[in-house]
């Protein structure tokens, strides 16, 4: 009964901060004040200056982790209304989202390498740019630490949807599918909910391009290993 009234708790609360951290974000819109990280700061503080565990509050966030799921078939609705513009440009996103995955496998993989990592931690971060079941799942096979893993892409996502669009702009990266693939490849569903923010097409593409990365990487990722 009590892992029920503190998941209860945990799950009405999350909703609670989200929603205010919407409202603030709306008042004062920066990266730093995006609701997903205002909320995940918010819980990380909550969790290392009070009795509370992680397991705790799992309790009621895998509620709403449920809805992920729902979510992720929804973004098929806009995929849908921009699916003319979307066939026009097949080629250019195919190729956009095929340098993006070796890029982004890449750039884990060497990173660490050249930080000095061991090999477990660069079988973790070599899938960090794709959606979290994928990412899992490729982090498994590869023997790395899922723990660790669900860590990393948490992080490509929320700095993906902060700092995605202020380098697009400096960069001067204007075309909506451009956008849209550079978010979704990078930074997959959490991304992808910025790209809305920016237009209808922008996260039709992101969508697209996230679910074409996961299939690319999960191609990748054990290719490369094979040289580390």
Not at 33 to 42: A, Q, W
Not at 119 to 125: A, K, L, R, W
Not at 181 to 210: D, F, Q
Request: proline residues 4%.
């Amino acid at each position: 009964m009590n892992d029920i009234i503190t998941g209860a708790c945990f799950f009405l609360v999350t909703i609670l901060v989200f929603a205010i951290a919407k409202q603030v974000y709306k008042r004062i819109p920066t990266p730093f004040t995006l609701p997903i990280f205002l909320t995940s700061v918010f819980f990380v503080i909550v969790l290392l200056t009070t009795d509370f565990s992680y397991p705790d509050y799992w309790n009621g966030g895998k509620w709403i982790d449920q809805f992920l799921g729902p979510v992720v078939v929804a973004l098929a609705l806009p995929l849908y209304r921009q699916l003319d513009l979307i066939k026009r440009y097949a080629r250019t996103i195919l190729t956009g989202v095929f340098a993006g995955s070796v890029i982004g496998v890449l750039t884990g993989i060497i990173g660490a390498k050249l930080l000095g990592f061991k090999n477990f931690i660069i079988q973790t971060v070599a899938a960090k740019s794709v959606t979290t079941p994928v990412a899992l799942s490729i982090t498994d096979t590869a023997h790395g630490n899922l723990a660790l893993a669900a860590v990393f892409v948490m992080i490509a996502g929320i700095s993906g949807a902060m700092f995605g669009p202020l380098i697009l702009r400096l960069c001067r990266i204007t075309h909506p599918v451009a956008r849209g693939i550079g978010i979704g490849t990078a930074s997959h569903a959490i991304g992808t909910s910025k790209a809305l923010e920016l237009g209808e097409l922008e996260g039709s593409v992101s969508a697209l391009s996230m679910t074409i990365s996961a299939v690319i990487v999960s191609f990748l990722v054990p290719l490369f290993l094979v040289f580390v």
